[in-house]
């Protein structure tokens, strides 16, 4: 076993404990009189990117590991998850609307949508050498940019608008990004 292979063992499980929470939840999200769009696409959206979290995970494989390093990327599993707790409560059963949950939650699902953007960014640019200004910084810059609006933001079109820009986003980034496991590896390398 390579020591990529070992660390991948903690990323995976926290990948893993964000789609366990957001699986779990989804009936419960999705229920009949209860479920409140925008958030719905949110939650399909941190679950979409829990996904494309470990897929891209692959990148970091030849990185020179050291604990600092090993911490700094454990914080995108981290933050996502984060997200994906926020979403979806411990005790999903128990929301009556997912419309009020979900303004009342907003503040910190957007900070931590914030977050997540900052700490993809970071990692980029120190685990793989891609440049700031790189056009691959477009996904990581629109998550920071609905985080930021969604954090300001209370109306419920604005939102309504974000859910649909981030999915969008999201899906299109999949697609033209990261088909292939090492994308962003091959990209800082050329």
Same mark, same amino acid.
């Given at each position: ?36 769009? $925008?958030?719905?696409?949110? #939650? ?10 470990? *897929?891209?995970? *692959? ?5 020179? *590991?050291?604990? $600092? ?28 609307? *997912? ?7 907003? $503040? ?30 477009? $996904?990581?810059?629109? #998550?920071?940019?609905?985080?930021? #609006? ?41």
């Amino acid at each position: 076993m390579t020591l990529f292979e070992y660390l991948a063992i903690a990323f995976s499980l926290v990948f893993s404990f964000s789609a366990t929470r957001l699986l779990g939840g989804l009936p419960h999200v999705v229920a009949t009189g209860r479920r409140y769009g $925008p958030h719905l696409v949110f #939650v399909t959206a941190t679950l979409l990117v829990t996904a494309v979290g470990f *897929w891209n995970l *692959w990148n970091f494989r030849e990185a020179a *590991w050291t604990l $600092p390093r090993f911490l700094l990327v454990l914080t995108i599993p981290g933050a996502i998850h984060y997200c994906a707790c926020v979403l979806v409560p411990q005790q999903a059963e128990m929301v009556a609307s *997912w419309e009020a949950y979900y303004y009342d939650v907003r $503040p910190r699902y957007f900070a931590g949508l914030v977050v997540v953007g900052v700490v993809i960014s970071v990692n980029l640019y120190t685990m793989l050498g891609v440049p700031i200004l790189d056009p691959i910084r477009l $996904p990581q810059a629109s #998550v920071i940019c609905v985080g930021a #609006v969604g954090l300001l933001s209370d109306d419920r079109r604005v939102h309504a608008a974000l859910a649909l820009v981030q999915l969008v986003g999201l899906v299109l980034a999949m697609l033209a990004l990261f088909i292939q496991p090492d994308f962003l590896l091959q990209r800082a390398a050329g």
